[in-house]
């Protein structure tokens, strides 16, 4: 394992503060901050006594990166700052914790109101002015364009930003139906900051296994299927000089992302869109289409050995299921991941999600 610490640039910790470094635990998730917590052994004397003093190394907003190396291949698990540090302190010797905890890089874009007009820019270059702010700590912007152009007229319509750049980033991307979140890596203090759609294609990651005896690699895995996850939205509207009503329906999901099951869930609930008066048709369209795309009907739960497993189970990508049966086996989503480093073991707890039940695949990767 990797741990760096500074300020704007990260550098390699102190031996120090490896040594003393007792656990790890970090979570990431698709469209949401990464959070992470660092457990250090306290001894008096030592420089972690120091290290939370003001600008100490572990003092607020001091920035964290930390990397795993398995099978000569570096992975990031997160990139970000602290916010917070708490010293539990023990009589007996050797007993003492401080504990630090933090948010990834994103948290940087929430901490200052903006107010600022974008005339003339379409959503996925306003993401791309945004993010660009923030270049000085390695971050690069990947913007993708919605499935509906959305240009808008700076004679009639000026887009204004009246938020953080977290909150507007996340409000555009909800408009669209896209995610926005921070990728760390590929190298420790370079991250990439993704505004765009839900990733539902690309090469499938070693797969989870259960119920194959010794070929097994998970130490657990549930799957649910809730029929109410997912639902269809339209509204009303009315274009002059017509006086008269037409209803509109968003979109089926299948124009911002493929399926990853054979048959996928049907909608039963159908919901009608609020707040639509004076909106284009076609930003109508776009938020229906987010709503609908929000939820997955099929959600699986489970934990891994990396050991055993041989990989690092990365979010925001796709991962193959096998020995579950016929309705759950084949591609998900990786949604959430929550990495948990001691000296001794890591483990990885995650939830995959994808649209319906059945493998849309015969092959997966091993």
């Keep these: 394992m990797m741990l760096l610490l500074g300020d704007t640039v ?34 008096p004397g030592s420089p972690l006594s120091r290290a939370v003093l003001p600008d100490g190394a572990l003092h607020t907003k001091k920035r964290v990166v930390v990397a795993v190396v398995l099978a000569g291949r570096c992975h990031v698990l997160v990139d970000g700052v602290i916010t917070h540090q708490e010293l539990h302190a023990a009589r007996a010797p050797g007993a003492s914790f401080l504990v630090v905890t933090g948010e990834d890089l994103s948290l940087l874009m929430n901490l200052r109101h903006v107010r600022r007009a974008f005339p003339g820019l379409s959503p ?13 700590y390695g971050i690069t912007p990947k913007a993708v364009a919605p499935v509906h152009s959305d240009q808008p007229n700076p004679l009639i319509d000026i887009p204004v930003q009246a ?19 921070l990728e760390p890596g590929p190298a420790p203090g370079v991250s990439t900051a993704y505004w765009g759609p839900q990733r539902r ?22 799957f649910s299927f809730d029929g109410l996850a997912t639902s269809r939205y339209g509204t009303h509207r009315l274009e002059p000089p017509s006086t ?113 039940l ?7 990767t091993v």
């Design 10 to 43: 990260p550098a390699p910790a102190l031996a120090a503060f490896v040594d003393a470094l007792h656990g790890v635990r970090i979570t990431s998730a698709s469209g949401a901050t990464s959070g992470f917590q660092l457990t250090f052994s306290v001894a």
């Design 244 to 356: 008269t009503a037409s209803e509109a329906s968003a979109p089926e999901p299948l124009v911002l992302r493929g399926p990853l099951a054979a048959r996928p869930a049907e909608a039963l609930r159908v919901g009608m869109l609020a707040g639509q008066t004076g909106r284009s048709l076609t930003r109508t369209l776009l938020a229906g289409l987010g709503r609908e795309v929000a939820a997955d009907a099929v959600t699986g739960r489970g934990t891994v050995d990396v050991l055993r497993y041989g990989h690092v189970l990365a979010a925001h990508a796709l991962v193959g299921v096998r020995g579950a049966g016929a309705a759950y086996d084949g591609r998900y989503l990786v949604a959430a991941v929550t990495h948990e480093l001691t000296r001794d073991t890591f483990r990885q707890h995650f939830t995959l999600v994808r649209d319906g």
């Design 124 to 136: 996925q270059l306003r993401a791309t002015e945004v993010c660009a702010a923030y270049a000085q």
């Design 201 to 222: 294609e690309g090469a499938l990651q070693p797969a989870l296994t259960t119920g194959c005896g010794a070929a097994d690699n998970v130490e657990e895995l549930t």
């Design 163 to 181: 938020a953080t750049d977290l909150a507007y980033l996340r409000a555009i991307a909800a408009d669209v139906g896209h995610v926005f979140h």
């Design 358 to 364: 059945g493998a849309d695949t015969q092959v997966v």
